[in-house]
């Protein structure tokens, strides 16, 4: 194919709607590459330098020669709006392959074998997914004239957001024609990462690096250890920096309580995290790209993709789990700015939470074994609900197991329908060699980004010497550090807001898939069997409330008064209809008076008569053992009963630390079996991750 310089940037300024625009260093040159079919091609180039108008331009100018249409796997689609419209504007015509689009993909599948799209864009998922590979990729799989592997770092095991079904890609790379057009791009690839993709791309493969030095950004780490201090510092600061930014947190849950905190002081902010729907998330990208808000309080989910170029701030509200995650997301800023500040926080619950990340990535032996022999002793496979009824793993560790073995080659298990069933080949010891070596590496990493946090000076020498980068023509720009401590009254302020800030307790509906086996019971829990719903005070060990429940069950033995006037505050702030009429409590045998001492306490102080209306008839494993719904709700199930004492009128039914809602919906059970209802659930803790 000939490729024609004037075109190629008449389709740069369109789809950049710049009439001035010129290519960046290496841009003209990937394209050329790719055009004139010169062999495969790695591009490596930091956030913002236009990857993607390197392949677009690409495919439309192979598209106006007559070739086929081009296949770009991307794990980021949902991100990726401007990018296709910039496509548009040049005039390619891209169809969307995802599991959010996958109403629309009869019709965008005729579009493709009439041949009037360029760019297939596919998640990698899909490439495990019948229906892509076959119905859609089917009629043109012959024709593709370009494959483009956005994202490439995920291929490589090494790199930071390794995605699973990136590795069909890495198997199917070496079966495709040498002829084939094939174009990688990333943005974060150090020499461990080249290495690897050198390897699965091919030995002839070209590399086009360019440098990892972001002028525009002034770099600053913070140490601020509780969550109030560093809520305390964002609601004074924020305001003070000229623009709009990101502040990204771990969780989802803190993404929501940031942003509730800092819409109290005046700031215009949203919460934007994988929980949102579609519609609400791209509302919300517009809305950031408009100015419109000072600032989205975000989760990873806003991360590769997203481009915004005059981003003038990204503060973290805690420590990301590596150097390479870290460059990726504080390069949102200043892409096209002359200054912005890219400024770490950091507390002392970061390192739990990037350490049960990094627990959670892989599954261990032990339960791969447990799913494996659950499957041997079922000759027709298991589905993930019976699977969960026989084993204690919750969905998504059988979720997780499942998709990693089926990814494996050989594969010792696959899909059947709806049910998994074994194969011939074992799980292979390599697998497990891979697993503890990024495990390994993960905390490796952890422990580089301590020691990020500790600079005073040097911070993007740092984070580019990590990246195997050359640091040597950095200067930071002219920019007043911002301060580093919090206001004091602002700090008290946040202390109240985290006591005040009680999460909801939602009512369990339905007894678990395949109750018979646990309970005996399935299907809907009749409405007036349910519990209402409830109230819980804090999370398990979190500034605020939290940390007080923890010192009061793994201490002190007893719960803080405190505890009790906070609970009380909470109730009259509630107020259920119809108002509780008595208060009981949920028995254990491990701490018998712990939850009764708190409740009889609690039922004193707001002037309400306290009841034993339930005891432990038998001793089981804690709750917090239980993985899932079918284990859980088993594990609760006939070990409380009855005392007998039969009480009309609504009920406040107090528990300490809330593992599961079983433990509640079957208490809820027996109590309105006695005669009492509605029954109002209130915790002091929950212990369940929210990430």
Not at 448 to 456: A, I, K, P, R
Not at 574 to 596: A, D, G, I, M, N
Not at 663 to 681: F, H, I, S
Request: charge should be negative.
């Amino acid at each position: 194919m000939i490729y024609d310089h004037a075109r190629a940037l008449e389709l740069l300024r369109l789809g950049t709607n710049n009439p001035a625009a010129a290519f960046r260093d290496g841009q003209e040159e990937a394209i050329r590459h790719v055009v004139e079919g010169r062999g495969r091609l790695l591009v490596v180039q930091k956030t913002g330098w236009g990857k993607s108008s390197v392949y677009f331009i690409a495919a439309k100018l192979l598209r106006e020669q007559g070739a086929g249409p081009a296949l770009l796997v991307s794990p980021l689609l949902s991100l990726m709006r401007n990018q296709i419209a910039s496509a548009s504007r040049m005039g390619v015509h891209a169809s969307r392959f995802s599991h959010d689009t996958k109403d629309d993909w009869p019709a965008e599948a005729d579009r493709i074998r009439r041949d009037e799209i360029d760019v297939i864009l596919s998640t990698p998922e899909q490439l495990s997914n019948p229906r892509f590979t076959g119905g859609v990729l089917g009629s043109v799989a012959a024709k593709i004239s370009l494959l483009v592997i956005d994202e490439a770092h995920c291929i490589s095991d090494w790199g930071h957001d390794f995605r699973p079904h990136y590795r069909l890609i890495q198997r199917r790379i070496a079966s495709l024609p040498e002829n084939l057009r094939i174009l990688a791009t990333t943005a974060t690839a150090n020499n461990r990462v080249l290495a690897d993709l050198q390897t699965v791309l091919g030995p002839d493969l070209t590399v086009s690096r360019g440098d990892l030095v972001r002028p525009s950004l002034y770099l600053q780490t913070i140490r601020l250890k509780s969550q109030a201090e560093r809520l305390a510092w964002l609601a004074q600061h924020i305001a003070t920096i000229p623009g709009s930014g990101i502040i990204y947190a771990l969780t989802v849950r803190d993404a929501e309580q940031v942003a509730i905190w800092l819409k109290r002081h005046g700031l215009e902010v949203e919460a934007y995290h994988s929980a949102l729907p579609p519609e609400r998330s791209d509302a919300l990208e517009d809305a950031l790209l408009a100015n419109r808000v000072k600032a989205l309080v975000a989760t990873t989910k806003l991360g590769m993709g997203f481009d915004k170029p005059d981003v003038a701030f990204v503060v973290h509200y805690q420590t990301p789990g590596s150097v390479v995650a870290y460059y990726q997301q504080v390069g949102r800023a200043g892409r096209s700015l002359e200054a912005a500040y890219g400024v770490l926080l950091s507390g002392d619950e970061d390192a739990t939470i990037n350490e049960y990340f990094i627990e959670s990535a892989f599954p261990p032996r032990e339960n791969v074994g447990r799913l494996i022999e659950a499957l041997e002793n079922a000759p027709n496979g298991l589905t993930i609900n019976e699977i969960m009824a026989r084993i204690n793993l919750s969905f998504g560790q059988i979720d997780k197991i499942t998709r990693l073995m089926s990814l494996e080659s050989p594969a010792p298990i696959v899909k059947q329908g709806n049910a998994w069933t074994l194969t011939i080949a074992d799980v292979s010891e390599s697998f497990w060699d891979r697993t503890d070596r990024l495990t390994e590496l993960r905390q490796q990493e952890q422990r580089q980004m301590q020691n990020y946090v500790s600079l005073t000076s040097g911070h993007m020498d740092f984070l580019i010497d990590a990246l195997d980068g050359d640091p040597a023509d950095y200067r930071p720009p002219i920019l007043q550090p911002l301060p580093t401590e919090a206001d004091a009254e602002l700090t008290q302020e946040a202390v109240t807001f985290l006591r005040n800030n009680a999460l909801e307790l939602e009512p369990r509906k339905m007894w678990p898939p395949g109750g018979s086996s646990s309970t005996g019971k399935s299907g809907r829990i009749a409405e007036g069997r349910q519990m209402r719903p409830g109230k819980i005070l804090s999370i398990w060990g979190d500034d605020g409330w939290g940390d007080l429940v923890r010192q009061g069950k793994t201490r002190d033995g007893r719960f803080d008064d405190a505890l009790v006037a906070a609970a009380a505050e909470l109730l009259r702030d509630w107020k259920p209809e119809p108002s509780p009429t008595w208060v009981t409590f949920v028995p254990s045998l491990r701490h018998p008076k712990l939850v009764p001492d708190f409740a009889k306490r609690l039922a004193d102080a707001i002037g309400l008569p306290f009841h034993v209306s339930l005891t432990k008839i038998k001793d089981r494993p804690e709750q917090r053992t239980m993985a899932n719904s079918n284990q859980q709700a088993r594990n609760v199930y006939g070990s409380l009963a009855s005392t007998g004492e039969h009480l009309t009128g609504a009920v406040l039914l107090v528990d300490d630390t809330l593992n599961s809602r079983w433990t509640l919906t079957v208490a809820t059970w027996l109590l309105t079996g006695a005669g009492a209802g509605p029954v109002y659930p209130l915790a002091l803790a929950s212990t369940i991750h929210s990430d």
